[in-house]
């Protein structure tokens, strides 16, 4: 149990004092050789973050974060491999206002002040992060549309996306749509 309480400070620590991105902190604690709580050498950003927020960490365990709703529409089909009727209604958690929230009584971890620094550094990691996706990814993304359908183009990562494989896929694919037949190694000559 002590040997969590030090991981929890030293991710506090790393993220909320010294303000390392989560990534690199579960890399270190890889390097470290430390183990999840679930045992996998590999650290995931999102089980970080989970612990960032928990306020459990800072003196207050909180019973009654989430309440199970029941599913709003029934399914058309049962799901393959699954009883039709379900034996338990799952449904989806649904947030409950922190007023309503019960506090329990728990040790403190870490101090109040370093959980709201790494909170803070977690708000300004989603900002930047919502920041750097509002600019298109694709040069005319929703703005060239296909002549014979009307459908919008759009762009799509491939693996393969630098080698000449890629560039013959997407010839293809252009000459599927708009009609052209040259060969790859024309367009590699003329440049797109």
Sequence with gaps: MEDEARVVRQLFGWIG??????????????????????GLGHWN??????MLRNPAYRRAAMFGRTRAVTPKVERLRPIRG???????????????????????????????????AAGAQLEEN?????????????????????CHCGYAFYGKMDLLQF?????DQLVAILSNWIGLVKSSAEWRRTGL
């Design 17 to 38: 004092v010294e303000r390392m991105s989560l990534r690199t902190a579960g890399r270190r604690l890889q390097e470290m050789g430390c183990p999840t709580r679930t």
């Design 82 to 116: 699954r009883p039709y009727p379900p034996r338990v209604a799952s449904g989806s958690k649904l947030r409950v206002p922190a007023e309503e929230w019960i506090p329990i009584p728990a040790p403190a971890i870490v101090d109040a002040e370093v959980f709201e």
């Design 45 to 50: 950003t999102t089980t970080i973050a989970g």
């Design 126 to 146: 989603r900002r930047r992060e919502r920041d750097g996706r509002r600019r298109p990814g694709w040069l005319l993304q929703g703005l060239v549309v296909c």
């Design 163 to 167: 080698s000449g494989e890629a560039l």
